[in-house]
């Protein structure tokens, strides 16, 4: 028996990296799960790879900025399973640019998938979760509170994310529906690829554990939220970063 046996699972941006990691991980600890993700073609893929029990498996193509199309996937999962257990608003893209010459498409893509999106989702999947309870994982990023020139509107977003953490497990509490939130540092995914392959030395220097986060931690932390373990546990947000910039010289201690 799995985990999370029988609980409906949704999972945004589930086309690559973390998303995909974290969908095909709670397919195999039981759960039924629901992939969102705007690259169809990629949806395809991961079926094919997994070859899923279709009663508990489903692939919608769907771009989360779009509100209309978000409420329509969500109101189908809700319809077929008769219940939503788990939102993870997973979904994000980083493209960076200076505000001076970022123009209206770059701006409104970083808030539109960033913020915007997970606002739909979980607007959508509140009346399929309120009779059971049910958990929110929200992610946000190292970026939000210590960003970097030239990533403004992405860390808004990002920031804004802890905020509706916070707001979302209060309003949702009365439902037994808890709300948390990770903010990643570097982890080894396609959102990466740059980092690590061309400055990967410069960036381990100001993570103490000296090594680039993995999509199976995020499954770690993401899992425990939604168990029973965390059952106190709402309205808070967990650096998944390897301690990066803990401390003025977070490698310091490895040349002892």
Request: glycine share 10%; aromatic share 8%; hydrophobic share 40%.
């Given at each position: 028996m799995g985990k999370f046996?029988?609980?409906?699972?949704?999972?945004?941006?589930?086309?690559?990296?973390?998303?995909?990691?974290?969908?095909?991980r709670f397919y195999e600890e039981g759960a039924c799960v629901c992939l969102l993700d705007i690259n169809g073609e990629n949806l395809a893929r991961i079926e094919k790879e997994l070859k899923p029990d279709q009663t508990?498996?489903?692939?919608?193509t769907a771009d989360v900025s779009d509100s209309s199309q978000v409420t329509s996937a969500i109101d189908d999962i809700g319809k077929r399973f008769g219940r939503i257990d788990i939102l993870i608003n997973n979904a994000g893209v980083l493209h960076k640019g200076m505000i001076e010459s970022s123009p209206d498409e770059h701006i409104?893509?970083?808030?539109g998938v960033n913020l915007m999106g997970p606002m739909y989702g979980t607007r959508a999947c509140i009346p399929y979760m309120k009779e059971q309870g049910g958990n929110i994982v929200n992610v946000s990023s190292v970026l939000a509170t210590f960003p970097n020139?030239?990533?403004?509107?992405?860390?808004?977003?990002?920031?804004?994310?802890?905020?509706?953490?916070k707001v979302w497990a209060a309003e949702l509490a009365p439902y037994?529906?808890?709300v948390n939130c990770y903010a990643p540092g570097?982890?080894?995914t396609p959102m990466a690829e740059d980092v690590i392959?061309?400055?990967?030395?410069?960036?381990l220097c100001q993570i103490p554990l000296r090594r680039f986060g993995q999509t199976e931690?995020?499954?770690?932390?993401?899992?425990?939220?939604c168990s029973e373990e965390a059952g106190y546990i709402t309205g808070q947000t967990i650096g998944l970063d390897g301690g990066i910039w803990a401390t003025q010289t977070p490698t310091a201690a490895w040349k002892l």
């Amino acid at each position: 028996m799995g985990k999370f046996d029988n609980q409906v699972v949704v999972v945004t941006g589930a086309g690559q990296g973390a998303g995909q990691k974290l969908a095909t991980r709670f397919y195999e600890e039981g759960a039924c799960v629901c992939l969102l993700d705007i690259n169809g073609e990629n949806l395809a893929r991961i079926e094919k790879e997994l070859k899923p029990d279709q009663t508990r498996f489903a692939i919608y193509t769907a771009d989360v900025s779009d509100s209309s199309q978000v409420t329509s996937a969500i109101d189908d999962i809700g319809k077929r399973f008769g219940r939503i257990d788990i939102l993870i608003n997973n979904a994000g893209v980083l493209h960076k640019g200076m505000i001076e010459s970022s123009p209206d498409e770059h701006i409104k893509l970083m808030l539109g998938v960033n913020l915007m999106g997970p606002m739909y989702g979980t607007r959508a999947c509140i009346p399929y979760m309120k009779e059971q309870g049910g958990n929110i994982v929200n992610v946000s990023s190292v970026l939000a509170t210590f960003p970097n020139t030239g990533s403004g509107a992405y860390g808004a977003a990002k920031a804004g994310m802890i905020v509706l953490t916070k707001v979302w497990a209060a309003e949702l509490a009365p439902y037994r529906i808890r709300v948390n939130c990770y903010a990643p540092g570097v982890l080894d995914t396609p959102m990466a690829e740059d980092v690590i392959k061309n400055r990967a030395e410069s960036k381990l220097c100001q993570i103490p554990l000296r090594r680039f986060g993995q999509t199976e931690d995020v499954f770690n932390l993401v899992s425990f939220f939604c168990s029973e373990e965390a059952g106190y546990i709402t309205g808070q947000t967990i650096g998944l970063d390897g301690g990066i910039w803990a401390t003025q010289t977070p490698t310091a201690a490895w040349k002892l």
